[in-house]
Each structure stands twice: as C-alpha cells, then as structure tokens.
C-alpha cells in the first residue's frame, strides 16, 4: 500500500500510540527528547503498529514507510 | 616561545604553510578568551589561501543502513541495535536527489553507499545512476563507497567521478577505540590509490568520538600529510543504538576552535562543514565557522539525519557576501 496522506490511527505521528523516534510507548511519557531530535531526524517507527520503517533520506525531503500502514513523506 | 597565533600569522597567512601537530594544539588548547582571534585568524587564511567562495554540496545515501563495519559512531552499521533499516536507492529518486541539489546552485553531488567497499551489485547500480543523472542534471558527480580495489578505483575515473570522498575520521592512534573491523592504514591505502587515479581525495572525520585534544591535533597533521583536496569536518551527533548514542554533543567553542585549527594545519584545503553541525552549534555557530575558516557547506539533508532547509544556508552566504562557487569554476 503507498499513501501519501498519513491513514488514521496510522502514520500520523500524533495518533500513536508508538513514538516514531523510538519505537517505545507515547503513553510511557518521557518522549520529549524525541521530539526535540525529531525536528532533525526523520521517523523511525511506524506510529501505529511500531515496525521499523524503510525510510529514504533525500536532499530535501524524505519517506517512510511501514509495510503495513504505507508511506509519509516530510 | 612565540604566541602561537603570532607564529600562525607569519607562517600560514603570509607564508602558505600550515602548522604542524604542536601548533594544532596550541591553536585547540587555546583559551576562551582567545577563540574569537583564532577564528578571526582562520578566516584571513582561507580569504587568502581560498578565496571568498563557497563549495556548495549535497550528498545522498544509494545504499542505507546494513553496513558489516563497526564503526562505533554509526547508524548504518548492521552489527549495532540501530533502528535504521537497510534501504537502496532507486534510479529516479537518485536523479530527483540531484535534481534538488543542482536546484540550490550546488556544484558537487555525492553519491554515498554504507558498504565496507563496492561489490558488483553496487557498481551497476553506480554506473546507472550516474548516466541518469548525466543525461538530465548538470553537476560533478562524486562517491563515497568505501574501501576500494584498483580495478574499482580504475572504473570511477571511467565512469568520471571526479572526487572521491573516504574519512579517516579520527587520528590513527585514536581509530582502533572507534573501528574494528578494518583499519586506518586499509583506509589510508585506498586514499593513496584514489590520489595516484587523478580523481580528487576528499578525506576527513568526525570530532567528538571520545579522541583526547592531543589526539585531534594528530589527526590534523595526518589530514595535512595526506593533503587532500577536501576535508569534511564532522561533529559527533550521537545515534541512538551506537556504542557512541550516550556521548554528548562537542561543546560548541571546542568545536569552533576545531574549524579554525584545522584550517590553520590545511591552509589551501576545501574545509567544509558536514555533519553535525545544527546540533553542535546551531544558526549562530554556522556563521561563525563560516567566518572562521570554514569555506564549503553540505546543503540540506544528510544521509540519514535531516538539516537545516538550503534555503536557510544560502541567504547566510549572501548575507555573508561569499559567492557560491559557480560550475564553470569548477571544470
Ligand atoms: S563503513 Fe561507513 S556505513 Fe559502514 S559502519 Fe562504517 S561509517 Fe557506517
Ligand atoms: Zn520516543
Ligand atoms: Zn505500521
């Protein structure tokens, strides 16, 4: 599946409940790091169901996705 | 004994010569109160020694993550719990990656691959990658692939790659605490084999992998034996799931007094920022790296961490009055 919209309750990094940078639980807390780095960093984990994501870093922009819940770009 | 910058005065600004490992450390054991002098010194040299352009460059991964190497600083490296999983590069995006690079006057396109060196499968990916982009974007196409053999070091110059990039990235007697798994003189051999080619040595490293200020004035000297037409200055960004992700960030007056001893020790090099650089010394450290010795940039993204927009970076330049070294200049 290739989406370029994030699909709900999928990579939509607000919708969790994984953090995208670490792949533990948002609900945990003690995610502010990540998102701080995540300002220079692209995803890592797929939000909805914490797969490790392919992702592709370009010049100016990038993709990740889960091969479950499909593709973000930023 | 002579103020160090005193003597940097007379023997790199007017005379061309840089400093030897003593001097390095002079310049990196400098205090606070001193830095801006350095810089200030460092930015005369390479005013002098370089001219007031700016090598703009982009750079992207062909092949991520996945690496057998253990270099410790790295994310691409398969041997460590990093959350990086191994990708390639198709054709298209790689010509979109330079399409976007050339977009922001960028003169150099670095084609880069987590390998420990070239296998067959990689250099067909190469070759077609570089004749797509031949074909629509006009840019000088330069790799990064690792350790290579001669018969690979003979088919880049075919292909023309006209600058090879291969980081010692730290001092020798520092490397084996930070790479196992081959060594810097394997690294150091494929860098002489590289400058023998013709194509354009592109070496340097990484500071804040753990290496004691001795041992970065070391690893200036060593750049400055190899002389290499550029040096990349790397600033440790700890990876989550390396044996460094614990490591703090360089503070960012050692980092500065880095820029301009490096560019004390390589008067005439291409030094240019690289990776790093937002987290170590944010918007206001870019500009004072720029005014301290610092004459190339990599714009916009990493390989695997994102940067500041280009966009960003090339209004500094212009604020700065430092032009973006032009194609034509460069061929
Ligand atoms: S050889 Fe390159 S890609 Fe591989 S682990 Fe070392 S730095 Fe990373
Ligand atoms: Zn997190
Ligand atoms: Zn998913």
Redesign the interface.
Known sequence: METTEPTRGGTDPAAGPWCD???RALADGGHEECAAAR????P??CPACRR???????????TATCVEHGTTRG | MPDILDQARTQVLDGGVGLDEAGVLAVLRLPDDRLSAALQLAHEVRMRWCGPEVEVE????LK?GGCPEDCHFCSQSGLFAS???S?W?DIP?LV??AK??A??GATEFCIVAAVRGPDERLMRQLREGVAAIRAEVEINIAASLGILTQAQVDELVELGIHRYNHNLETSRSYFPNVVTTHSWEERWETLRMVRASGMEVCCGGIIGLGETVEQRAEFAAQLAELDPHEVPLNFLNPR?GTPLGDRSPVAPRDALRAIAAFRLAMPRTILRYAGGR??TLGDLGTRDGLLGGINAVI?????????RP?SEDLALLAELKMPVKALSATI
């Not at chain 1, 300002?39 to 692209?42: A, G, K, T, Y």
Request: aromatic share 6%; net charge positive; proline share 8%.
């Open positions: 940078r670490c792949g300002r220079l960093e692209p890592r984990f490790r994501m392919r992702v592709q870093v370009l010049p100016a922009g990038w | 982009g750079i992207v991964s991520t959350p990086v999983r990708v590069l995006s979109e990656a976007q690079t977009k922001t989550p937002e987290i714009v916009g993204n990493y390989l695997t961490t994102l940067g280009a």
